[in-house]
């Protein structure tokens, strides 16, 4: 709680906060906010205009775009946040392990990173849905695969400068044992890097997940997400430009939310001087 009021205090985590809870609210009231089904087809009210019936109109099949677009959420808050927490734990694991052992499982573990470093992200990522097939599991697969690295290294660099500290020294030399002192004393002081980089981690995920779309290798039609609804509207750019601009402004909403809530985080999370 103390940390959270911590938080609070700081402008952007208070604004990133209440962005992201207006985003779950939206998206757990949606049958509230509206009456429409996000997947039924209207062909007679298809490519309306923004009206009060329809807040933010409707596509080429007459589906109301504000309820697909709160619809959306639902996929792209879940890509993200699996895509970034899941490996985010795999790679604190493995930075840890690298920096704390050092010798061997440090040279081997830094290899393995070194060799996927090499490839650039997103071909890395079209390369390995690509082979595997467009869905949302493979998805999950190919950011598993390659997200990790950032706090691995993130990671290993921290626990080197904190394994030279005193109080770390100090263990050692009163024998505590070795998993005691890297989970109880070194993790605690490493993570904080690791978490703050997730936020901005989230707005890079949430954009690689859109664009994969675009190669028809992210989430499959009729799923209403974000990218999806965008590569949709393409062809209808001119004649009904609110399908491109909505969901472009969801993205747009939820990468500023994170942003500020990693912005947040990093003041809150500042040692004092």
Same mark, same amino acid.
């Given at each position: 709680m103390a940390f959270l009021r911590k938080l609070l205090r700081t402008p952007a985590g208070a604004t990133g906060l209440l962005m992201l809870a207006v985003t779950v609210a !939206? *998206?757990? $009231? *949606?049958?509230? $906010? %509206?009456?429409?089904?996000p997947f039924a087809l209207d062909?007679?009210? !298809? @490519?309306?205009?923004? %009206?009060?019936?329809?807040?933010?109109? *409707?596509?080429?099949f007459g589906r109301d775009i504000f309820t697909r677009v709160l619809a959306g959420a639902v996929f792209d808050l879940r890509l993200a946040l699996i895509?970034?927490? /899941?490996? @985010?734990? @795999?790679?604190?694991?493995? /930075? =840890?392990?690298a920096g704390f052992f050092g010798g061997t499982a440090d040279a081997v573990l830094m290899r393995l990173t070194d060799i996927v470093w090499a490839f650039p992200f997103y071909v890395l990522i079209l390369a390995i849905v690509g082979v595997l097939g467009a869905s949302e599991t493979n998805l999950y697969i190919a950011f598993f695969i390659v997200n990790w690295i950032g706090y691995a290294r993130i990671v290993r660099g #921290?626990?080197? =400068?904190? %394994?030279?500290?005193?109080?770390? #020294? !100090?263990?050692?030399v009163l024998r505590f044992s070795k998993p005691t002192v890297m989970l109880r004393h070194v993790l605690p002081n490493v993570v904080t890097p !690791?978490?703050?980089? %997730?936020m901005s981690d989230v707005v890079l995920t949430v954009q690689a997940v859109a664009a994969m779309s675009f190669f028809g290798l992210g989430v499959q039609p009729p799923a209403p997400e974000w990218g999806l609804l965008i590569v949709e509207s393409i062809d209808y750019m001119r004649e009904a430009p609110w399908m491109t601009i909505f969901p472009g402004l969801a993205i747009v909403w939820v990468g500023v939310a994170f942003s500020l809530l990693g912005e947040g985080l990093a003041t809150a999370l500042k040692p004092k001087g």
């Open positions: !939206a *998206t757990l $009231l *949606t049958p509230i $906010l %509206s009456p429409y089904d062909f007679g009210g !298809a @490519m309306q205009p923004p %009206s009060a019936a329809h807040w933010f109109g *409707t596509d080429n895509c970034v927490f /899941g490996p @985010m734990v @795999m790679g604190v694991v493995i /930075g =840890l392990i #921290e626990t080197l =400068l904190v %394994s030279r500290l005193e109080f770390i #020294e !100090a263990t050692r !690791a978490l703050v980089y %997730s």
